[in-house]
């Protein structure tokens, strides 16, 4: 798998010489590979947010490097400016970044920006309002007149519509119900299936995480604490719950099991994991 995002030695700190400076990001390395579909995790303030806004140049380092295709974004302005459209950033609660006077024209500013034909910009916005849920009718509707989910997706439909090599979401189904967290969560997942695309998404949420990430990535007080597949991570969960962190509901129960002397496995994380090795307990076939 090629690296497509490098994260080098980034540190950032804030109010630097003052008596308010917070190093927020500290010493953070790490590498992303071409459609990889990481989660993010760490509790409040623990530098996600931070770290984020390094990703596509909306924050600069105070030293270290961010390099896409191995070019250090910040080496030159066209190079920064290639990075805020190969790197697509869906803020928390991302429908209070609409602004435009119809949907359509929204989801059409970030191609216009990149300098794209009429026909490709208008392919683009049809085909990332359909990709989540948007109907035809909605495109020409103002975006102040949409339901709450449909102003969220109107807003991930316009970073969805510059077709970005890396998608990063920061708690994108913060507030949403669980119907609506579902539903964007396939919207993204179908997004990345269909182009491939790598994908970070930030999340409070293990059961999100277990869920969906192929690699889970672990912040706690700037630093990464662990990474690693879920599996990998949820059998440190003793160490999870030290940094702060909350494990999946079905893991504390396993951990409870074990703890009783029954013998289960330590890094079950998801409830079909949990389905299959309760049946194999008992007997029955574990691949049922």
């Not at 760490?42 to 984020?52: D, E, V």
């Not at 961010?66 to 250090?72: A, S, V």
């Not at 970073?159 to 913060?174: I, K, Q, R």
């Not at 969560?185 to 949420?205: A, C, E, L, R």
Request: net charge negative; proline share 4%.
């Amino acid at each position: 798998m090629t690296d497509i995002l490098t994260v080098e030695h980034l540190m950032h700190v804030y109010s630097a010489g003052t008596p308010f400076e917070k190093r927020a990001v500290d010493d953070v390395s790490f590498s992303v590979g071409s459609g990889e579909f990481i989660g993010l995790i760490g509790h409040t303030g623990s530098g996600k947010s931070t770290l984020i806004q390094h990703l596509n140049g909306l924050l600069k380092p105070t030293s270290g490097r961010i390099l896409i295709h191995g070019e250090d974004i910040h080496a030159s302005k066209e190079n920064t400016r290639a990075a805020r459209f190969a790197v697509g950033l869906v803020f928390q609660y991302p429908e209070h970044q609409l602004f435009e006077e119809t949907v359509r024209a929204d989801i059409a500013f970030g191609p216009k920006n990149m300098g794209l034909s009429d026909s490709e910009i208008e392919r683009r916005v049809v085909e990332s309002a359909e990709i989540v849920g948007l109907k035809k009718t909605d495109l020409d509707r103002s975006p102040f007149e949409l339901s709450g989910g449909q102003k969220r997706r109107a807003a991930l439909a316009g970073v969805l519509a510059m077709e970005p090599e890396v998608l990063v979401l920061d708690e994108p189904m913060a507030g949403l119900d669980p119907e609506g967290r579902r539903a964007i969560m396939q919207y993204v997942k179908d997004y990345h299936k269909k182009h491939n695309t790598t994908v970070i998404f930030v999340t409070h949420s293990m059961e999100d995480a277990a869920q969906n990430a192929q690699r889970l990535i672990v912040m706690d007080r700037g630093r990464v604490l662990m990474q690693g597949t879920p599996e990998q991570v949820f059998e440190r969960a003793d160490e999870l719950r030290a940094s702060g962190l909350d494990t999946p509901q079905v893991t504390d129960l396993f951990s409870a099991l074990r703890a009783r002397g029954i013998d289960v496995p330590q890094s079950v994380y998801t409830v079909e994991q949990a389905v299959r090795c309760l049946r194999a307990l008992k007997g029955g076939d574990s691949n049922a």
